[in-house]
């Protein structure tokens, strides 16, 4: 399998970018970035699968579509909070990139799966009271009309880092660290409603060779692979 990866510096990222390189399955993961990414952690195997593609426009990703033919599948877990954004901000980031993605890789691999990771809460309506959520749903709107052979939703809920990841986003860093002694406890009551970024990618493999049932993944879905 071929892969292309998106937000691959990010926890969720991370955890993806760690299983396709654990998977004897996986050939190759290209991933694309706007800067040149830090060396990737020693306890990463089968680095030499990896190829960075360096692109600064992420509103147009037209430039490097002859580097992104022949691919299987993409896994896009670029992601920003909206605390803190309007909705025009949010938006540009959260929808128009997801946008600008699928639009380029629909014409340059279009027999490949897109997996777009969202989030629990999401709003496939667009017009819910929620911002991130609307905008969520907009942008999980695109990827499953594109026109990709096949395209699937993850919306996992809490997400315990395992192999030594770790959030970029301060706060969620700060939560990690006060739920990190009860969480036993909360994986008993909500075991279900939790996912790590072991399984997020272990499931998306997984979605990606055989398909699943539904387009939209919630947090109980991802947790059965």
């Known amino acids: 399998m071929k892969v292309v990866l998106f937000g691959a510096s990010g926890m969720v990222g991370q955890g993806v970018l760690l299983e396709c390189l654990r998977d004897s399955g996986v050939e ?3 991933t694309v970035v706007r800067k040149p990414s ?23 990703f037209s430039s490097i579509e002859s ?20 909705e025009e901000d949010y938006s540009r980031i959260t929808y128009g990139i997801t946008a600008a993605a699928a639009r380029t890789l629909v014409q340059a691999s279009p027999e490949m799966t897109f997996i777009f990771v969202s989030g629990a ?15 969520k749903g907009k942008a999980e709107n695109v990827v499953l009309v594109r026109g990709f052979k096949a395209a699937y939703i993850f919306r996992p ?63 109980t879905d991802i947790t059965t692979f």
């Open 67 to 86: 580097q992104l033919t022949g691919l299987d599948a993409c896994f896009f877990c670029l992601g920003i909070s909206s605390s803190g954004m309007s």
């Open 157 to 219: 809920g809490f997400i315990e880092a395992l192999d030594g990841i770790e959030s970029r986003t301060p706060l969620y860093r700060k939560l990690y660290k006060v739920f990190a002694p009860i969480l036993p406890l909360l994986k008993k009551l909500f075991g279900g409603r939790m996912t790590s970024t072991q399984q997020i990618g272990r499931a998306m493999l997984s979605v990606a060779r055989n398909g699943y049932k539904k387009p939209i993944l919630e947090a």
């Open 121 to 135: 809460g999401s709003d496939s309506s667009e017009k819910g009271r929620v911002m991130w959520a609307r905008v």
């Open 38 to 60: 830090d060396p990737m952690p020693a306890n990463f195997p089968n680095q030499q699968k990896v190829r960075e593609i360096v692109h600064s426009d992420f509103q147009d």
């Open 28 to 30: 190759s993961v290209i």
